[in-house]
C-alpha cells in the first residue's frame, strides 16, 4: 500500500515541479491540466468561476475521500509529499518518535472556518495564503525557479566562453520580493513543522486537510488495528506523522489520518488493515460535542473576518511618485482573460503558476497593488516587460479559473487597460528629437507617430478603441525616471476593436530603380 | 582575461578586414580571374528575382563572397529579427536570404557563420517565427542569443556627438567578417530603418539613443563599425506602420535588393526606392556629413540589374 501511496505522490509531485521550471516554455500550456485537475482550491474556485466539468476536480477528490480516506492529502498535494520527504530525510538522519497526540481541534477548524467566511464574503485572501497546492507553486516558482535559472545561466555562460551558445541563458527579472519573503518564511514554517511534528500544518492550519479530514470520519474504507492481531506494542504510533494513532486505546483519529501507510510498513505481527469501515471489529472515535469549541469558532471566524473586511476598505490605492509629472495608476493591471480585477482576485489563489509560465515575465507577482488582501496575487508589469500580443500561455494553465482560457484571436480583443499619454514627459516634446519607441512596439498601431506642425515632429498619437493594453509603448518608453506613455487599468476588461486597414497598392514590377 | 582578449582579437579582426576592404578586390582579382568582374562596382541593386537569386547575382558583380570571407574566418550575419510575426509580414530580413548568404559563406570557406539579433519582442519567438532560425540552421549556421547584457562589452565611440559608448555584442566584436542584413522598411521613429538603423540590434542599450537624439546616435554609431558588407532586403517591403506593422496589407512586393560595402551608400539608394530622398532622412545625411560613407549616388559605380 505504502509503494503505491510513494509512486502515485512522485508523480503528481514531480510533474508539478516540472510544469514550474520548464525553462522552455514548451509543456505548461498543454499538460498543465492534468496534475493540476485535482488540486482542490483551484478546481473549487474554477468551478464557481465557469461551473463547468473543467472544474469538477473538487467534487471527485470529495468522493474519493468518502471512499478511501484522506488520500489526497499523501498522494495529490504536492505540499503533502514536500513535507513527507522532509519528514523521511529527517528519520534518515536521526529517528525521531512521533506520539499521538490531542487534536488541535480549535485551530483546525478556525482556520477552515475563517478562510470559508472570508471566501463568503468574496475574499480569497484565506484560501489564498492557507491553500498547500498554492503555497507549494509559490515556493518553486519564487526560490527553486530563479536558483534553476540560476544554474543554468551559469552553464550557459560557462559554455558560451568556448563559443556554445546551443544552451543560453535566461533572461530574469529579478527576484520579486513580496513572493521571494512570503514564499521563503512559509519555506521555513512548513521545514520546521514536518521536521519536528510531521503532519502539523496538514492538521492544524490546512484548510483542505481540515475539511477533508472531516469527510473521512466517514470514509467506507479506512486503517483498522485488528483486535485478533494487535500485539500493542505501540510501534505505529511512533511512525505516525499525524500523531492520530493513539496506541494506549487502540484508537485511530480518521479526520487527521492522511492514509501514508508507514504504520503499515512497521506492525510487527499484521495489527492493522485496511478495509471496509462498517465490517466488524471495529474501533472508532467517539466524538464528545463542546459549546465551548463552538462559540470560539464563531467567534475567531468573526474575528479574523471583520480585520480582513477593514483591510480591505482601503485597497484602493495611488500610486504617487515625486516627480513633475508621475503617472497616474489608479488600479493594477489583471491579466488577459480575468475579465476584472474582481473577478481576477476572487479566484487567484497566487499559485503563480502563469508566473512561472509567461515567457516575457511580464506577469509578476504584486505586493500591495491589488489591496493588503490580494497580496502575491499576479499583475501586469509593464515597468519589466510587455504581454506579447499573440501569447495566451496564462489563460491556458491557470488552474482556478482566475484567468480564463482565450484563444489566439479572442484575446486580441480584450482591452485591459488604454495607453495614456504625458505630453510633458515625452521625447519629442522636452528634447526636440524623434524617438518614437512606444509606437514602435504597439502590436495594433493604437500607438502611431503622427506629424505634430507645432515641433515639426512626429510624435504619438493614441487610438483607444484598438488600444489592448499590452504595455509594449509603456516598456519601451525610454524616458526616465517617469514615463512619457502607460497603461491606465481597465479595472474592468472592456472590448478591444481589431485594427482595421485596406490593402496597400502594389508597385509596378518593371519600374526603373530611382536612381 | 577574456574581454582584454577578444579587444585584443577584435582590433587584429578590424585591421586584416580593413585591409581586405582596401587590397581585397585587388588581391582577388590576381587570384581568380575567372570570377573576376570586369568593373569594380561600389553598389549593386537588383530587381525582380527571388531573394536567394537577387543575392547571388549582386554578390558575384561584386567579385563573390569570396572577396569577403576568407577561409577559416568566421562571420556574423546580423539580419532584422526585431519581431515576433510571421515572414511574410515582412518585419524580419528574409529568411530565404538569410539562408543564401550562410550557405555562400560556408562555401567560401568560412569556419563558423553567427546569427543573431538583439530583439524587441520575446527572442524565442521572435527567432522561431520569423523563419529564420530554421533557414540559418539549415544551411548550417549557429543561430545565437542577443538578450542578455552579459553578451556585450562596452566600447568607446570617439567620433560620437551625442553617442560616447556603447556595449555591443561580443560576437560583433570576436568575429574576423561582419554581414548585415536589414530589411528596408517604415519606422515611426527614425522614418525609414535600414543598414545603420539595424545596427541597433547589436547594442545593448538602445533607450540611450531613443532619448538623446535618436537620428545622431544612429550616425554616430556608424562611425565605429563598419559592417563588412551591407545587403538590404527589400523583397517585401513594409510601407507603412513599421517598424512592427500591424498586418500583411502594409507589405508591398518590391523584388528588390542592394547590396554596398559603403553603408550610407546602401541606405541612400534603398531610401530611393522606399521613395525617401537621402537627405529627408536625418541619420543618413548626419552621417555622411560625419564621412562615414557617401548618400551621393551620382558619385558611385552602381552595377543596376534588372531580372
Redesign the interface.
Known sequence: MKKIRVIISLVFFLSIIILYLDLSFSLQQEYSVYPLFLQFIPSFLKFISIGTIAGIGFIIVMLLTFLFGRAYCSSICPLGTFQDIATYLRMKKKRIKFLYREEHKKTRYGFLAAAVILFIFGISFGLNILDPYSNFGRIISNLLRPATIGINNSIAFALESINIYSIYPLEFKGINIAGFIFSFLFLGLILWMSIKHGRLYCNSVCPVGTLLGFISKYSLFTIKISDINCSGCGACGKVCKSSCIDTEDEIIDYSRCVLCFNCFTVCPSSGLEYKFRYSRDMKTVIEPVNINKRNFLIQSAVWFTGGSLALKAQEKILVYKENKIPETREYAVSPPGSLSIENFTDHCTACHLCVAACPTQVLQPSFLEYGLLGILQPRMDYIKSFCNYDCTACTDVCPSGAILPQNGETKKLIQLGKASFIKDNCIVYSQGTDCGACAEHCPTKAVRMVLDPQVNKNAPLIDEEICVGCGACEFACPTIPYKAIYVKSNPVHLAAKLPKQEALEQPDPEEEFPF | M?RREFFKKSIQAGVAAGAYLKYGDKLNLFANPKTAPEEIYDLV?V??GEPETMFDLGINSLGGIKNFVKPNQTVVVKPNIGW?TSPERAANTNPKLVNRIVKQCFDAGAK?V?VFDHT???W??CYSNSGIEKAAKDAGA????G??E??YHKVDVKQGERLKDAKVHELILESDVFINVPVLKS?????VTISMKNLMGIVWD???W???????CIADYATLKQPDLNIVDAYLVM???G??G??????????SQIISTDIVAAD??AA??F?REPENV?YIKYAHNMNVGTMD?SSLK?N?I?L
Open positions: 577574456r541593386a530587381k525582380g515576433d563558423d553567427y524587441c519582442d520575446n524565442t519567438k549557429k543561430v545565437v542569443p538578450h542578455t552579459s553578451y519606422h515611426g521613429g527614425a522614418g538602445r533607450g540611450f531613443h532619448r538623446n537624439d535618436l537620428h545622431q510601407k507603412r506602420n517598424p512592427r500591424v498586418s500583411k496589407d502594409d507589405v508591398v512586393t518590391m523584388k541612400a539608394a530611393k526606392l521613395g536625418d549616388l552602381i543596376r534588372m
